[in-house]
């Protein structure tokens, strides 16, 4: 095993550990954006994509290439403008604490 | 190693984009932050992409330049985000689930080209592969294929195509099938990491990988899909962290070990409030969707059915009442009707509050998007918590398409939905519940609700029952 080896495979328990430490005490309400947020992360496939794209150098290569640049900009763009959607339904959300605080004292 | 100045600032751009990643998550934990933080991650990304994009345009520059590649490149990036935007900014908020597996997919099969292509690409130079690039090519094919194919079954069930009904497809011999692809799959992965290089096994690796997916997908029904998208969702992370171990691409192992962390998490949290298990979900028990298993009458239940006016009466002249919404509302599209009904209810005088359990609608959250988008002030959103107390004090709990979460048999154990945290609507005065049939809801089991002597049943489609009601109230 090789050191550079060894690094990636580094970062790849440290980023997993860092994914499980993300998620613990979302309320519920989130967990549709905050799926559709992580699904837009994924999109980054598309830098690899981008890659065997300048690297191609024969047809079936070229072909994969833009299937694969075309699927990753879709994940990118339509995760992060949908998740935009669902989470600007959440903004105006004039919350009155002390209409709250008040129910809570009646109950 | 060292590195090119241009190199390491490449590098640099990707840990920038990585932190923007995961403090972009951290902030959507919390509703006051999460736009915030989903805005953060894109930015994130667009620095990512690019810096990507100028250490290709330069570093690969001059007599290297590849025309071709950039054509493939810009053409690439133009379709596949013009797709994405249009489709993101048109779609009706109830059918948005469906393009979550939508885009999911597509990342997913991005994910398992970019490992095909260097396959095909190490076979073309009879390069043997290391045996690092040799196990993480064959997991990104068979995890990228999988949820490619896995994910686009579970939008079109969604959706209620015709070929991907939503309801529990049996495929014939299925156990048989599933076990005989999952063989394939081993076994040529097993033969490739010898290691060997051959792209005919490579190719029915791929095959087998992309019809696992719908095998694995078709036989769960269709109130399960948030689950089993969000378990997809992670597996894509992975399939895009094996993508960089191909590439030896730091930027994509770390955001796919993240996604596929954080995917799992959420896939357990979103069966947990479901009371169901991943496991259990993935092999297929019920998991009918509401009306599709049931019995119409019901063992063992006398259920007292409702008139429509009877219905409006009870509504018009109660001073507080609660609305229940559910899967079916989603299902029917109901929203809308449910607003204009709370509305006038309001307009005579009654409170009108909403109760929204945590897993109501298509996907946990997804209940609260889509009365916003109804335009129903959130005051008004009342978390189960918060509401329950309030159910002694109503007058009338109107049910709309739940079912069950709102089972008393949930607070005893013996039953599938024993434990499982339900709303006190059995509390209220009365209970009117609009409901297509006596059909059973994913646990397949009787609600003992609509046996309860204060219940009203109004037999209807959540959207035609609530119009008939908003015309029977302005009668009045």
């Known amino acids: ?107 | 190693m060292e590195l090119s100045v241009l190199e390491t600032l490449v590098r640099v751009a990707w840990v920038a984009g990585a932190v923007a990643f995961v403090i972009g998550l951290i902030r959507m934990n919390s509703p006051a932050t999460a736009r915030n933080g989903n805005l953060l991650s894109a930015g994130g990304m667009t620095v990512a992409i690019v810096a990507t994009a100028v250490f290709l345009a330069l570093e690969r520059g001059g007599e290297a330049f590849n025309v071709t590649g950039w054509i493939i490149v810009i053409a690439g990036i133009a379709l596949g985000g013009g797709l994405g935007l249009y489709t993101a900014r048109t779609v009706k908020m109830t059918a948005m689930p469906q393009l979550v597996s939508l885009f999911n997919a597509v990342g997913g099969g991005a994910a398992a080209l970019i490992a095909i292509d260097d396959y095909l690409h190490l076979s073309a130079t009879s390069t043997l592969p290391t045996l690092q690039v040799n196990v993480a090519t064959v997991l990104d094919i068979v995890i990228g294929s999988v949820t490619f194919t896995g994910s686009l079954i579970a939008s079109g069930k969604l959706m209620g195509l015709r070929i991907t009904p939503s309801r529990p497809v049996k495929i014939p011999g299925g156990q048989l099938v599933t076990a005989a692809l999952a063989l394939i799959v081993v076994a040529g992965a097993a033969f490739l990491w010898i290691p060997n290089l051959s792209v005919p096994v490579m190719l029915l690796i791929l095959a087998a990988a992309l019809v696992f997916g719908v095998t694995m997908t078709l036989p769960i029904g269709g109130a399960d899909m948030p689950v089993v998208i969000s378990l997809l969702n992670s597996f894509t992370g992975t399939a895009v962290a094996m993508a960089g171990f191909v590439l030896d691409n730091p930027v994509l192992i770390i955001a796919g070990a993240l996604v596929g962390a954080s995917g799992a998490i959420l896939t357990k949290l979103m069966a947990d409030a479901m009371n169901r298990s991943v496991i259990n979900i993935m092999v297929g028990g019920f998991g009918g969707g509401e009306g599709t298993v049931g019995s119409v009458g019901g063992a063992g239940h006398s259920v007292r059915e409702l008139g429509m006016d009877d219905a409006a009466i009870q509504l018009a002249y109660a001073s507080s009442v609660i609305v229940v919404p559910g899967y079916g509302l989603a299902v029917a599209q109901a929203q809308h009707a449910l607003r204009e009904l709370a509305e006038l209810l309001e307009a005579r005088g009654v409170d009108v509050k909403y109760a929204i359990h945590p897993v109501a609608g298509r996907m946990p959250g997804h209940m609260n998007v889509l009365l916003a988008e109804a335009n129903v002030p959130y005051p008004q959103l009342r978390e189960m918590e918060e509401i329950n107390p309030e159910f002694d004090r109503a007058d009338v709990a109107l049910v709309v398409g739940a079912n069950d979460v709102t089972n008393p048999a949930a607070r005893k154990p013996g039953s599938p939905v024993s434990g499982m945290p339900i709303l006190d609507v059995d509390h209220a005065r009365a209970i009117i519940v609009i409901k297509r049939s006596m059909g059973r809801g994913y646990a397949g089991i009787d609600n003992e609700l609509y046996g309860n002597p204060k219940t009203g049943m109004l037999f209807a489609d959540a959207k035609a029952g609530l119009t008939e009601l908003v015309s029977a109230v302005k009668a009045l």
Not at chain 1, 37 to 42: K, L, M, P
Not at chain 1, 88 to 102: G, L
Request: charged residues 15%; contains cysteine; aromatic residues 8%.
């Open chain 1, 1 to 107: 095993m090789n050191a550079e080896l060894l690094t990636a495979l580094t970062i790849f328990v440290l980023a997993i550990l860092c994914g499980f430490a993300v998620i613990s005490k979302v309320p519920a309400t989130l967990h549709t954006p905050l799926m559709s947020g992580a699904n837009s992360i994924h999109g980054i496939v598309v830098v690899g994509a981008m890659f065997i794209a300048i690297e191609a150098d024969e047809p079936i290569a070229y072909l994969l290439s833009f299937i694969a640049v075309a699927f990753g900009t879709m994940n990118v763009v339509g995760g992060y403008v949908v998740t935009d959607r669902m989470l600007q339904m959440f903004r105006r959300k004039p919350v009155a604490p002390a209409a709250a605080k008040a129910e809570k004292a009646e109950a």
